[in-house]
T-cell receptor
Framework: NAGVMQNPRHLVRRRGQEARLRCSPVKGHSHVYWYRQLPEEGLKFMVYLQKENIIDESGMPKERFSAEFPKEGPSILRIQQVVRGDSAAYFC?????????????FGPGTRLTVL | QQQVKQSPQSLIVQKGGISIINCAYENTAFDYFPWYQQFPGKGPALLIAIRPDVSEKKEGRFTISFNKSAKQFSLHIMDSQPGDSATYFCAASGYGGATNKLIFGTGTLLAVQP
């Protein structure tokens, strides 16, 4: 049983470039969450998606950040025109369909470094 | 109201000792309280979780104590081992609605000395 998979594990971008982070949830999970962890800090919620729908994006910066979870394929977190302050670890978590459990299973994360 | 406050920031315990980490919350709508363990360079892994209908939950060496009236909960690690050295995060969720987003504490770095 594969857990949550994220790629790439490490990503280096120069200021102004785009970063695309991918997340494949646990098989059968239809809920995906993205969290950001800044150095020496806890995890901060960014966005919650179900297949083809954004349910809660209250933690997403208003500009440059977007997320999707298409019917087929992984969830994508996209950061346009990256700045140094975007350097962080980005974690994806997944959970089963509603009502089964509250447990969120986390992936290994993508560590983004903006030069 | 959506904060979860965690203490201490760091903790050093001798092997075989008891590690205690505390968390407090304000939002009474929270109804799910997990603890996650994170090793350097890895993602958080669920350790143990509790709901407000019980005051204590034990799994092996790990115990959550929950005080609903005080809006506090804590993690106790009995017989702490060097392999327990990691960062521990408490979290809370549950708004009775559309989202189960987790609100995390700031983390406790635990070091268990041999």
């Amino acid at each position: 049983n594969a857990g949550v998979m994220q790629n790439p594990r490490h990503l280096v971008r120069r200021r102004g470039q785009e970063a695309r982070l991918r997340c494949s949830p646990v098989k059968g999970h239809s809920h995906v969450y993205w969290y950001r962890q800044l150095p020496e800090e806890g995890l901060k919620f960014m966005v919650y998606l179900q297949k083809e729908n954004i349910i809660d994006e209250s933690g997403m910066p208003k500009e440059r950040f977007s997320a999707e979870f298409p019917k087929e394929g992984p969830s994508i977190l996209r950061i346009q025109q990256v700045v140094r302050g975007d350097s962080a670890a980005y974690f994806c978590a997944s959970s089963p369909p509603s009502g089964l459990t509250d447990t969120q299973y986390f992936g290994p994360g993508t560590r983004l470094t903006v030069l | 109201q959506q904060q979860v406050k965690q203490s201490p920031q760091s903790l050093i315990v001798q092997k075989g000792g008891i590690s205690i980490i505390n968390c407090a919350y304000e939002n009474t709508a929270f109804d799910y309280f997990p603890w996650y363990q994170q090793f350097p360079g890895k993602g958080p892994a669920l350790l143990i979780a509790i709901r407000p209908d019980v005051s204590e939950k034990k799994e092996g060496r790990f115990t959550i104590s929950f005080n609903k009236s005080a809006k506090q909960f804590s993690l106790h690690i009995m017989d702490s081992q060097p392999g327990d050295s990691a960062t521990y995060f408490c979290a809370a969720s549950g708004y009775g609605g559309a989202t189960n987003k987790l609100i995390f504490g700031t983390g406790t770095l635990l070091a268990v000395q041999p």
